[in-house]
Structure formats: structure tokens, C-alpha cells
């Protein structure tokens, strides 16, 4: 039931709790073989207020593969670097489709629907890598990780970039794919690299949410007082977080969650109640649709409790 002042300690630990009990908990991703380790069993929520309150439980201070939710900070980054011109290199519809699908680019003409889908997101980080060394642009991804979550210890998980780069062929499909466009400016090794490596971001559920609390505040991140976008592209970072979020799962996840969210394949979900909080959450088995089964259930019942779906309560 919504609440006026909802109480969020105790809403915390009774989704922690009522997670933690359920069996259906989906299918961790094994085609990184190096995600396919983790144990199913955890569970982790963190939400902080748009005043810096912490509230969180289960796992919430276990480092998980953010994979696709890095997709967010890359767009970020890629928006701050050329602005609106990023618009020539991706597009921001939903694409209806899988994540990793391949079909779309050829009626595109290598351009990919969005910055969310793989495509997308290889064409967003070949932007950033642009007159730069991969390694420099690693470092300057995470250090705006960092910088976001007001954290120096997240680190990047070698052993799961190095794993997904072995078995990558499907992006390195996009990628050359793309590149035949002429969508992809620098050597498609190079850009690969990068984005495998921003993909195998870690963090824990506490450091995602601090992470994406400049998209509740308009732009601005209320625990260092410093501005990272204008509220303006916070805005329609949110938007496109709402619309292409949970790739072809995305109408669902606004249906039943009503928040601007981003999942990864590593089981995490970093959800936007804008004015009110930034929210990680974090199951490692997925749906159908590559997103964390527990995890959407987790922000529904999120959302009905405090009443924060931006469609009203
Ligand atoms: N690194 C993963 C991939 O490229 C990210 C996909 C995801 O999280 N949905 O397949």
C-alpha cells in the first residue's frame, strides 16, 4: 500500500527478506563464461535519498559485473565529449529487439537504434575513444565512475573482460559490422576493448546507487555538491533510461516498475525515482529478456510500497 512518509528501513528488509526466500530466482548468463561463477543466491538492494541517506540490505556491499548499466555513464561521457552530434552515430528509439541483435543495423545502415543495445553502446564508446588510447579512455571511464559513485575502490574485473573478450564474437559481429558503415571511426580491437573492459566495471549495490543519484537530482550529485550534467540532459538521460533500458523487456519493466532503469547481464538494475532517490538492486538470474528476474520484482514491489512510479502511485 503507499505510503506518505514511506519507511524505507523496514520496506528494505522485508523485500531483502521476501527475495531472499523466493526460488524463482531465473538463469545467471553463461555466455561470459567467467558470470556463469556467480552464485545465483545473492541478493542485494541499496537506495540513497536525494538527501545522501543510505538505506540498504542483503549483499549490498558485494561487488557485482555491472556490465550494461556502465552503458549510462559511457552515454554521459560520449554526451559531455560532442553533445548533440552523437546523435549522427546512434539513435534513441526502442528497438523492440534483443540486446545483442544484429538484424535492425542492416535496414539501419550501421546505425543503431539506441545507446542501450550493444550496437549502441560500441558506437557510444567508439565516440569517447576517438583521438585517445584505449587505456587512457578506460582510465578516464572509470575515474567518472569514481567521480559518480564518490568512490576511488571501483575497479574494473579483468578476469571478466578478459573471459567476454574471448568469447565476444557476436559484438565483434556488431562491431565490424558497423564499422563497414563507416559508424565505427577507430579500429574495431581498440573500441571492443574498451567497451569489455567498461562492461566489466564492479561495484556494489551501495556505490551503483550513489553512481546514478545525479539522474534524481537534476543533474547535480548531492553528496559532493558538484554538477555533472545539466538537468536538462539528466532528463533525457532518464528518458531514454525509461524507453530502452530493458531492451525488448523495456515496455514490461515501465509497466510494472513505472521508474527509468538500466540492467546488466551481471543481474543488477540501477533504477531513477527522479526527486526522490537513486536505487541499485542486484539478483544474478535473468529473464527471457537478459534482465534480473528478482530484480524487476524486487523495484515493483519497491515502487507499490513507496508509491515512486513516475506515472503515479
Ligand atoms: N558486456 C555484455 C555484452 O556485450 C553486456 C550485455 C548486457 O549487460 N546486457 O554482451
Known amino acids: 500500500m503507499k505510503q506518505s512518509a514511506p519507511d524505507l528501513d523496514v520496506i528494505v528488509s522485508e523485500i531483502v527478506a521476501e527475495m531472499r ?17 556467480v552464485d545465483p543466491d545473492h541478493f542485494g538492494l541499496a537506495i540513497v535519498d536525494v538527501a545522501g541517506n543510505v538505506f540498504s540490505g542483503g549483499d549490498c556491499t558485494v561487488p557485482f559485473s555491472i556490465q550494461s548499466i556502465s552503458k549510462v ?6 554526451l559531455g565529449r560532442i553533445g548533440d552530434r552523437l546523435w549522427r552515430y546512434v539513435g534513441r528509439e526502442p ?12 535496414h539501419e545502415l550501421g546505425v543503431p537504434r539506441n545507446p542501450f543495445i550493444n550496437a549502441g553502446a560500441i558506437a557510444v564508446t567508439d565516440v569517447i575513444l576517438s583521438g585517445r588510447q584505449p587505456r587512457e579512455t578506460l582510465g578516464e571511464i572509470l575515474r567518472f565512475v569514481q567521480f559518480l559513485a564518490d568512490d576511488g575502490a571501483v575497479s574494473i574485473d579483468k578476469d571478466v573482460a578478459a573471459s567476454e573478450k574471448r568469447t565476444g564474437f557476436r559484438n565483434a559481429a556488431l562491431a565490424n559490422y558497423m564499422k ?10 581498440h573500441t571492443l576493448g574498451v567497451y569489455f573492459h567498461h562492461c566489466a566495471i564492479s561495484m556494489t549495490c551501495e556505490q551503483l546507487a550513489r553512481a546514478g543519484l545525479f539522474l534524481s537530482c537534476n543533474g547535480v550529485n548531492p553528496l559532493t555538491g558538484l554538477s555533472v550534467v545539466s538537468a536538462e540532459r539528466a532528463r533525457r538521460i532518464n528518458a531514454m533510461m525509461l ?3 530493458h531492451y525488448d523487456g523495456s515496455g514490461e519493466f515501465a509497466y ?3 521508474l527509468p532503469g538500466k540492467s546488466g547481464v551481471g543481474g543488477g538494475i540501477l533504477a531513477i525515482a527522479p526527486g526522490k532517490a537513486s536505487i541499485a538492486v542486484w539478483s544474478p538470474g535473468l529473464d527471457q529478456a537478459g534482465n534480473s528476474h528478482l530484480g524487476r520484482i524486487a523495484l515493483e514491489e519497491l515502487t507499490r510500497r513507496t508509491g515512486w512510479s513516475i506515472f503515479g502511485a
Open 180 to 189: 563497414s558503415f563507416g559508424v565505427i571511426e577507430n579500429p574495431v580491437d
Open 256 to 258: 510494472r516498475v513505472g
Open 243 to 245: 524507453t530502452c533500458g
Open 21 to 37: 526466500a523466493r526460488k524463482d530466482r531465473g538463469t545467471v548468463a553463461t555466455y561470459i563464461p567467467e558470470l556463469a561463477n
Open 95 to 106: 528497438s523492440g529487439n534483443r540486446f545483442n541483435s544484429i538484424v535492425q543495423l542492416e
Open 73 to 78: 555513464f559511457t552515454l554521459t561521457l560520449a
